[in-house]
């Protein structure tokens, strides 16, 4: 089964605890910060999931896209939000995905990037993000750092408990490939028969070094304008769990 698969009927309900308002704000901090200061425009999600942070954005006046690869993720995404944001979802890998047009910001939340694993297909991302973008426009995405793969999730094991659901979650993290494998277990209860469908899951995110991602934004043709520590504009520190990257199109 593809990663979220199975996850999509659980997702919201195990990462209620995710700072979804604190990003938002934090993300119309950076735009003012980065020159980006109207609340209209049109925002493009890569990893967009369940559409938690899309319906945050367009409640804040954007025009906003949703991309993911996950058809479950975004047909949960599409059931919650309100048609009166007219939010566009497109069931696209980021590695591949195409606009209509160019955006004036593109965003990507809560570790999606960390999900491509190979160098070739990161700057293939970031290539597309420029190809998209308006020429001022915002490139703004966060990555779990290698850190938070080796010291906080490692090789320990984690598990919750919901009312109707359940998961447990083993983490391997590979030193020499810098890729940290979560083995997920989902437990769901059918609400006609009571029994539980339990759903098996493979996922895989890779940590970059800042230097690494710079140079990949490089070769994409976009200037890496700033690296935060989460929620704040600091630079990251040795023991920075999660941090945001701002990035735009080289001048030419």
Not at 19 to 32: A, R, V
Not at 50 to 65: C, P, S, V, W
Not at 213 to 227: D, P, S, T, W
Request: net charge negative.
């Amino acid at each position: 089964m593809s990663a979220y698969e199975g996850f999509a009927e659980v997702y919201d309900v195990f990462m209620e605890d995710t700072p979804y308002d604190q990003w938002t704000e934090y993300l119309m901090e950076i735009f003012k910060k980065h020159g980006l200061k109207r609340n209209t425009g049109i925002i493009a999600e890569l990893g967009c999931g369940t559409g938690n942070m899309t319906q945050r954005l367009a409640r804040k006046g954007f025009d906003m896209i949703g991309i993911d690869m996950s058809e479950s993720m975004l047909a949960k995404a599409g059931e919650k939000t309100d048609p009166s944001l007219n939010v566009l979802y497109l069931n696209q890998d980021m590695r591949e995905f195409e606009l209509y047009g160019t955006a004036d910001a593109i965003v990507s939340l809560c570790d999606s990037i960390n999900y491509i694993t190979e160098e070739k297909d990161l700057l293939k991302v970031f290539s597309l993000v420029n190809n998209y973008l308006e020429p001022k426009g915002l490139f703004v995405f966060d990555l779990n750092t290698i850190y938070k793969f080796r010291e906080v999730l490692g090789s320990n094991s984690f598990c919750e408990t919901a009312e109707d659901s359940a998961y447990t979650w083993e983490n391997y993290y590979d030193e020499e490939e810098m890729i940290n494998e979560f083995y997920t277990n989902f437990f769901i209860k059918d609400e006609e028969t009571g029994l539980y469908t339990r759903y098996e899951e493979f996922h895989y995110e890779r940590g970059y070094e800042v230097h690494k991602i710079k140079e990949l934004l490089e070769k994409a043709g976009l200037e890496l304008e700033a690296v935060y520590d989460e929620l704040t504009f600091n630079e990251p520190v040795k023991e920075s769990q999660r941090i945001f990257f701002v990035a735009r199109e080289k001048e030419k």
